[in-house]
Each structure stands twice: as C-alpha cells, then as structure tokens.
Nanobody, 120 residues
Framework: QVQLVESGGGLVQAGGSLRLSCAAS????????MGWFRQAPGKEREFVAA????????NYADSVKGRFTISRDNAKNTVTLQMNSLKPEDTAVYYC?????????????WGQGTQVTVSS
C-alpha cells in the first residue's frame, strides 16, 4: 500500500507560480501511475494531470494545458506539479493519487491534499 504526502501549496498572486510535490512511501512507487486532482469549494473533485510509471506518458486537463507540467523522479519516489501562470480559478485543494491501472484511473491511493490559493 502506498502512502502519499503532498507539499508546496500556498498563497500566490494571479500570474505567479507554485510547485507542488508528492512524496510516496510504503510501496513499489515506480510501478504506479500518478495523478494530480483538485477540488474547489462547492465543486466536485476534478482531474488535473497524470503521468505514467515510466514518465513517458502525460495527460492534462484542458484547463491547465500549457500552464502546468507534471513530472516524476522514481529514484526519489516523488511526483511534481509545476504550476505557472496561475489564475484565481486554480484555487483548490490539490491531491496526489496513485494507481496500478491506466492513468485514466480509477485511483486507489490518495494524499491528504494541499491548499492552493490564487488571489486576483
């Protein structure tokens, strides 16, 4: 079973950048496809980005394409979400997730989340 811990959230002005990290432990991390999801107040959780176990395949939600980049380091058991050109509508709790299935999920393991707030 994989345990996931996110970090790097915070408050940033619109147009700014943040880098989220997710540290994995307790499992064979390199065998898992990884994803980032987010949930804004009053809204359902939504997909943001995903990366295959090898790092060779990435997927992004249309709303973040060209602004966010997902990457992973299997030697360090980490996955990172670089967020640039942030908008107020990116404000949400961001969750890291892992799956042994396809990057489209479903995802079995989830972190506790980290808050991202973008001010206008």
């Amino acid at each position: 079973q994989v345990q996931l811990v996110e970090s790097g959230g915070g408050l940033v002005q619109a147009g700014g950048s943040l880098r989220l990290s997710c540290a994995a432990s307790g499992g064979t991390y390199s065998r898992y496809n990884m994803g980032w999801f987010r949930q804004a107040p009053g809204k359902e959780r939504e997909f943001v980005a995903a990366i295959s176990w090898s790092g060779g395949i990435t997927n992004y939600a249309d709303s973040v394409k060209g602004r966010f980049t997902i990457s992973r380091d299997n030697a360090k058991n980490t996955v990172t979400l670089q967020m640039n050109s942030l908008k107020p509508e990116d404000t949400a709790v961001y969750y890291c997730a892992a799956t042994r299935l396809a990057t489209t999920g479903p995802y079995s393991y989830w972190g506790q989340g980290t808050q991202v707030t973008v001010s206008s």
